[in-house]
């Protein structure tokens, strides 16, 4: 990670991607280190793809660990893709005087998820003069690029004091 001690989570997390996502296993070793960051999050052992402020794409590989008793990719591990996914494009783009933190998640489980899966967040990086409520989306595709989920998760974004 970078020295700089006044940059943002988000600027870290950003500048390590710069450097590693053009290397050989780059993408892989930032999504481990994301992970680390965030022990939850690297359970389901996601695969950063594309990484740019207000934009998000990751890649989930179907393996057992991550299914249910109906061979389908587990709901919580689904809801785990799309935080990290909403929280990557939404933090990435935060300037050091920003925090944000998760309020609130929704999932809405639209078709049995199988196979290997893509999940997209894109949003706008808003203007933070105090606290601001923020809500983004993160549709969750199949291989076969019908959404199986779509997620809504809330952040509160404040200037730190």
């Not at 991607?17 to 481990?32: A, E, H, T, V, Y």
């Not at 999932?107 to 923020?134: F, H, Q, T």
Request: hydrophobic letters at 35%; a positive charge.
């Amino acid at each position: 990670m970078s020295v700089n001690k006044n940059e943002s989570p988000g600027e870290k997390i950003l500048a390590t991607w710069q450097k590693l996502k053009d290397k050989p296993f780059g993408k892989k070793l930032f999504s481990r280190g994301v992970g680390r960051m965030a022990p939850y999050t690297g359970t389901i052992k996601a695969v950063v793809t594309d990484l740019s402020p207000g934009y998000c794409k990751n890649f989930l590989k179907e393996k057992k660990s991550n299914k249910n008793h109906l061979r389908s990719i587990h709901a919580v591990a689904l809801i785990n893709l799309g935080e990290m996914t909403s929280g990557l494009a939404v933090l990435s783009g935060m300037s050091s005087q920003i925090r944000g933190i998760l309020t609130k998640m929704e999932m809405e489980y639209i078709k049995k998820a199988k196979g290997d899966l893509i999940a997209e967040c894109r949003c706008e990086i808003p203007e933070v003069e105090d606290s601001l409520n923020y809500e983004v989306e993160t549709f969750i595709k199949d291989s076969s690029g019908d959404v199986v989920a779509k997620g809504t998760f809330f952040w509160l974004l404040s200037r730190k004091s």
